[in-house]
């Protein structure tokens, strides 16, 4: 297993209620919510 670090400007809202991690063997998930910004998936 190796870990890459994404550079992807982003501006997180830190008192978002809801950031989510989701994993199986294959997949990688993370969603939570974005100041300033309509919904988005990434």
Do not use: C, W
Request: cysteine-free; overall charge negative.
């Amino acid at each position: 297993m190796k870990l890459i670090e994404l550079e992807i400007p982003m501006n997180i809202d830190p008192g978002g209620t809801m950031p989510e991690i989701n994993a199986d063997e294959h997949n990688l998930k993370v969603s939570f919510y974005l100041l300033d910004s309509e919904i988005k998936e990434h």
